[in-house]
């Protein structure tokens, strides 16, 4: 963590400390003041000591006694805190006096404890300053000649905004990757291996992907599969990968005792599920032969046509893997200069001109990056940031990268790029970026997930206007524009939902983390670790935690892909009083941990996708908690003492059960007595239940004004009026859910006047007498889910005219015959879905209706015979997938039927007729030109990883 941000953090902490605290310390107030009076002396230069850390040992070795101080401080501060909030908590009667009594002797012990610790700490720190006073010239000299950037710099001259990597954003590319597509479709019909070699960063994975996408190589190859091959992965680990890939494009249950298998018997399944079929498999980052040697009998040279696509920075594994089967190798080039100038100044300037005066400068810096794209992206991100103003600044860039990289160790070279893509950071987001070191190598990183971690550890400043969740997302932003993350998921609505990091930039972040005692990794069970963890995330195994260490400093736990049962007691006998943060996601969890309800500092508490069934009353002593996650756990109540935890932002109390098609009743939310409006300040509430005085429970809703996202399930209609009475008052609100108690319950919205007017995502689910007269206002909206509305009057006249309506999804919402979509309507929307829709018979699409729908979904239309009239003009239509439609529908689509509708769809990249069958997908793509590819029964081509997510 920067020193600069633990510092600040320390201040503000012992501020607070001197004015409420001090009082009861009885004279040893100059000790807390000495302390602090240093350290605000210090904070000035710490900002140019972060940024020099790694090119001055003697700067290093100061900066880490600096933070060892600033932890063992604030560790002494929060121990007292905890023995005020300690001592205010006694009973009543003769018991409660004795141990009042008792706990009296062992607060003075402790506090004398405490006292005495301060006096060590604040000897160790004058002799700290008095290294700081011998490094003060040093200090002088770097910020005169550095021009370090203000971190309100940063906000203010950040240009532009986190996108995702689409094909304008590529330089270079279309050249290799012509010739890989050539290569896969135009070879012979005997297995062929590519291989893509080239350094770390110079784009392999990037030109694969695009190759994998491309809509030739999705025709040609219609069972595709995408390895990631970790360099830490195990061989059995890599061929379950496989399986439950290949497993799922089959839409079969993967073989009982997969975990138990050894290798040959993991090859064999793979290679009877690929023996007669042509695939395209890509292994993305494989490191060594042996990783190789273990796939490669799998995947069978059956004469079909089948490619594998390799990506290696390792020459020898490029060309030892063709040498049994054909092979080519394609080499990828740095860019040219031409080309790296162009990336370069479309990712620092966007679409501005490099001025003249910097021209010069940047190009210096450009010939530094000596091509590699991952390279130029970074140093771009860095000075995308910069104020073009000062030259200095970005002179310096150039400047710092060192005559190392100048040198032949091309890996060691793009780590000092990234290392000062990291080194620039402002000090907020420094321990923003550490912290993501937590998350294993590959892993998929939630959004809110990170966002409400950040909150929980206090990372966030507080910005006026905005809340924290929103400046939060403002520096995933920042990151993401800097080129430290990735986009690994969206929306179709365009938000981001998942992030990941690059494999060299986790390598840097793990180490600097581990350098700075900012996170300690569990995965090897002889890894040393410091003696004071702080944050300790554990991957893989429980038996990677070291026995007899004591973690009564840890601040933070987590875990990450555990099988193990998880015993708290345990696996940490001694406790950690001082936690804030407990992240128990997808572990083997049963039973909710007494221990944790005396862990006073607790902000953030997830059993999300546990066994955990109770959550007990007791919960209501974690009076900092912040974050309750119980999503996709058992909970189905919580006790009536959760309303007194002031401070909860996100109660997420909620699971599915969905097996093919969502059915009314497979969404479970929770039951709470009491006033649920006492919680002023959630962010997100889901999902209460109505039924129980909901009268009362909708009327405390309208006390949560701080409210972004809500969820109700069984609603009656009798609860319209007060629902809509609290809704006007959800000034916040952006995502809102209802839920009837029966499939023919009303869900009364029209008494709602006045509707939140932020508000981007509604889900209703339940009858509606009418289309609710406020939802075709909502200019915001972006997404819209009607499920069992039944509606008699055609909706589709009222939504279509919503501006910024992206995501439609309609399940037995209209009971009419026709539905017609008319020219000029919907004009931004993306996915249509239809499901159930029992008395349809004609669907017809206008010219100009839809111009930018590009997934269209038809779900269980038993009277619908044919296409929808005019869908030809549906030109950017990418999927169409028919799901349980009758077969004489799919006939109509063989190009030699009879007044076939074959030309209508002809322009589709992807088209399947999808089936539940036997408990799984059966996903059959449509091959429009070649009738011996028409599903038959039992074909079974591809299972569809993202049927349930989509309706949710």
């Known amino acids: 963590m920067a020193a600069e941000s633990l510092v600040s953090f320390l201040l503000d902490k012992l501020a607070s400390f001197v004015e409420n605290e001090i009082p009861l310390l009885k004279g040893d107030r100059q000790e807390a003041l000495f302390l602090r009076g240093e350290l605000e002396r210090m904070r000035a230069l710490l900002k140019i000591a972060d940024a020099l850390e790694e090119s001055d040992e003697e700067l290093k070795v100061w900066l880490k006694q600096v933070r060892e101080i600033v932890y063992e401080t604030e560790d002494a501060l929060d121990e007292y805190r905890l023995i005020q909030a300690h001592d205010q908590c006694h009973g009543l009667g003769l018991y409660g006096y004795l141990h009042k009594f008792s706990c009296c002797i062992k607060s003075m012990k402790a506090r004398s404890r405490i006292i005495s610790e301060l006096n060590c700490i604040n000897s160790r720190i004058k002799n700290i300053s008095e290294v700081h006073e011998r490094l003060l010239p040093k200090f002088t000299r770097a910020e005169q000649g550095s021009g370090i950037t203000s971190a309100g710099n940063t906000w203010e001259y950040r240009r532009g905004d986190a996108l995702l990597l689409d094909k304008t954003d590529l330089v270079g590319i279309d050249e290799p990757k012509q010739q890989l597509v050539e290569w896969l479709v135009k070879g012979g019909y005997g297995r062929e291996v590519v291989s893509v070699a080239a350094m770390g960063g110079m784009g392999k994975t990037t030109l694969a992907k695009q190759v994998y996408d491309d809509p030739e190589v999705k025709k040609h190859f219609k069972r595709r599969a995408w390895i990631t091959v970790s360099q830490s992965f195990k061989m059995e680990e ?35 599920l690929l023996q007669k079929r042509r695939y395209l498999i890509v292994l993305d980052d494989v490191w060594h032969l042996y990783e190789w040697d273990a796939l490669k009998y799998a995947m069978p040279n059956n004469n079909c046509g089948s490619r594998i696509i390799l990506t290696t920075r390792n020459a020898d594994v490029a060309s030892s893997s063709g040498v049994e089967s054909v092979g080519k190798v394609y080499n990828l080039k740095p860019l040219t ?57 970005w002179n310096m860039v150039g400047r710092s990268l060192g005559a190392e990289i100048d040198g032949n160790d091309k890996l060691q070279d793009l780590k000092k790029v990234l290392s000062l893509s990291f080194n620039d950071l402002p000090f907020y987001l420094r321990s923003c970026f550490l912290y993501l070191s937590i998350f294993p190598e590959d892993y998929r990183i939630e959004q809110m997930r990170v966002i409400r971690l ?31 993350l990735q986009v690994a998921g969206t929306t179709t609505d365009g938000r981001v939902k998942l992030y990941r990091i690059h494999d060299l930039l986790r390598e840097i972040v793990v180490s600097k983390a581990r350098d700075q005692n900012f996170t300690s990794i569990a995965k090897d069970h002889n890894m040393t670790r410091p003696d004071k963890v702080r944050r300790l995330a554990i991957h893989n195994s429980l038996q990677n935690i070291q026995e007899n260490r004591s973690v009564s400093r840890l601040r933070s736990l987590f875990i990450f892909r555990v099988l193990e049962k998880l015993y708290i007691q345990r696996l940490f006998p001694g406790g950690f009083k001082l936690l804030s943060v407990l992240d128990l996601q997808n572990a083997r969890l049963n039973k909710f941990p007494m221990d944790i309800v005396n862990l006073y500092y607790l902000k953030y508490l997830s059993f999300r996708s546990t066994k955990v069934k109770t959550i007990p009353s007791l919960i209501g002593k974690l009076q900092n908690l912040e974050t309750l996650d119980l999503k996709h756990s058992r909970v189905t109540e919580l006790p009536v003492e959760i309303l007194k935890l002031q401070r909860l932002r996100h109660l997420l109390v909620y699971h599915l059960e969905l097996e093919s098609y969502e059915y009314f009743h497979s969404r479970y939310g929770f039951k709470v007595q009491g006033n649920i409006g006492a919680l002023r300040s959630l962010q997100k509430l889901c999902f209460i239940e109505a039924n129980q005085c909901s009268d009362t429970i909708m009327l405390e809703l309208g006390k949560l004004y701080q409210l972004r996202r809500l969820g109700i399930v069984k609603l009656r209609k009798e609860d319209g009026k007060s629902l809509c009475s609290s809704l006007t008052k959800l000034t916040n609100l952006r995502a809102l859910s209802l839920t009837s108690i029966e499939e023919e319950e009303i869900l009364d919205l029209q008494h ?28 915001g909206l972006v997404r819209l889910s009607l499920k069992w509305s039944r509606l008699m009057d055609d909706p589709l006249v009222l939504l279509q005219n919503l501006p910024n309506l992206v995501h439609l999804e309609l399940l037995q919402a209209f009971e009419g015959d026709t539905l017609y979509f008319r020219t000029g309507g919907f004009k931004k929307l993306k996915v249509l879905g239809l499901d159930e829709f029992s008395e349809l018979r004609c669907m017809q699409v206008e010219a100009g209706a839809m111009p930018c729908v590009e997934k269209l979904i038809i779900q269980r239309c038993e009277f619908l015979k044919r296409v929808p009239i005019g869908i030809e003009y549906l030109t950017n239509l990418k999927v169409l997938e028919f799901f349980d439609m009758p077969e004489e529908f799919i006939q109509t689509l063989r190009p030699d039927e009879k007044q076939s509708d074959y030309w209508k769809v002809a322009h589709i990249p992807e088209v399947y007729s999808t089936y539940w069958r036997e408990g799984g997908w059966e996903v059959n793509p449509l091959d429009l030109g070649d009738g011996e590819n028409f599903p038959r029964p039992g074909t079974i081509t591809r299972r569809d990883h993202e049927l349930q997510s989509l309706w949710k």
């Not at 061929?239 to 494009?249: E, K, P, T």
């Not at 975990?259 to 399944?269: E, T, Y």
């Not at 709602?752 to 200019?779: A, C, D, F, N």
């Open 238 to 272: 890599l061929l379950r990968d496989m399986i439950h890939q290949i497993y799922s494009v089959v839409s079969r249950p993967v073989p009982e005792g997969l975990d138990s298998m050894n290798k040959d018997r993991l090859r064999r399944i793979v290679k009877d």
């Open 337 to 393: 200069p031409e080309e790296s100038w162009q990336l370069f100044s479309r990712k620092t300037f966007q679409l501005n001109a490099c001025p003249s005066y910097l021209k010069k400068i940047c190009q210096y810096t450009l010939k530094k990056c000596e091509g590699l794209p991952l390279a130029i992206v970074a140093i771009s991100g860095v000075l995308a940031t910069k104020d073009k103003r000062r030259t200095d600044e």
């Open 454 to 484: 950040w909150i929980a550890e206090g990372f966030i400043e507080a910005k006026e206007g905005k809340t924290l969740e929103e400046v939060a997302e403002d520096y995933l932003n920042e990151l993401l524009n800097r080129g430290l």
């Open 752 to 779: 709602l006047s006045s509707p939140p007017p932020l508000i981007q995502r509604v889900y209703l689910r339940g009858r509606l007498e009418t289309l609710p007269h406020w939802i075709p206002s909502l200019h």
